[in-house]
């Protein structure tokens, strides 16, 4: 039972902003969103989350909206490196976490 | 300082075979992770830890494979009578506690011939 809905790809040019969205229509009031992202042949790479305030940090800022249904996570200035497959997650802080099929995202020059 | 490792890189095993695959997390992490990713898929959730606590076994594809975390530190994924459909990299992960970033380690990729 998937929690979260992402496009299967998206594609953005180098040097461009990138911005994945996210679906979590029936995300509880205490469950956080969090996204990792999965750049080939590597283990998945922590990136940012929050639970109802936009955040951001030195890799991207995290867009959530007012009724937390769905959230954007954006990449300033997307590089060749930023090619990867981006997951979108949400869980309830002390309790497993399930990764779905994410967006793979093509950087392309 | 060290990040999550784990050990064997890569493993290649007979049909019928156990394997063990072991994980070191991030030192006082109490939170601990394994996955399943075979290739081309997502990552499969086989079981976490989380401190002292009953560990979350949901994930677990058969009565094959089982996990343990041994001093709340060092944990094992045991695979018994490994099957051809085991071939994957198996992924570890811990965080500090269980609302934290999780760190990910390299990896086990398992063959299963």
């Known amino acids: 039972d998937a929690k979260t809905t992402q496009p299967t790809s998206m594609d953005c040019a180098e040097g461009r902003a990138a911005n994945l969205p996210c679906n979590h229509s029936?995300?509880?009031?205490?469950?956080?969103v969090y996204w990792y992202r999965q750049i080939h042949s590597q283990g998945p790479q922590y990136i940012i989350h929050?639970?109802?305030n936009n955040e951001t940090n030195e890799m991207a800022s995290l867009i959530i909206t007012e009724d937390r249904k769905s959230s954007t996570l954006i990449l300033p200035h997307a590089t060749l490196r930023d090619t990867a497959v981006y997951y979108c997650?949400?869980?309830?802080?002390?309790?497993?976490?399930?990764f779905g099929a994410g967006t793979r995202l093509t950087v392309k020059p | 300082g060290a990040g999550v490792s784990q050990s064997p890189s890569n493993k290649v095993t007979e049909k019928g075979k156990d394997v063990e695959l072991r994980c070191d997390p991030i030192?006082?992490?109490?939170?601990l992770y394994w996955y399943r990713q075979s290739l081309g898929q997502g990552l499969e959730f086989l079981i976490y830890?989380?401190?002292?606590?009953?560990?979350?076994k949901s994930g677990l594809p058969s009565d094959r494979f089982s996990a343990e975390r041994t001093g709340g530190s060092v944990s094992t994924l045991t695979i018994q009578r490994t099957q051809q459909e085991d071939s994957a990299v198996y992924l570890c992960?811990?965080?500090?506690?269980?609302?934290?970033?999780?760190?990910f380690g390299q990896g086990t990729r398992l063959t299963v011939v």
């Open positions: 929050g639970l109802k």
């Open positions: 029936t995300i509880s009031g205490n469950e956080y």
């Open positions: 992960a811990s965080s500090l506690w269980g609302d934290t970033e999780a760190f």
């Open positions: 030192s006082g992490h109490t939170a």
């Open positions: 830890f989380q401190g002292n606590s009953a560990p979350d």
């Open positions: 997650i949400v869980r309830v802080g002390d309790n497993d976490m399930r």
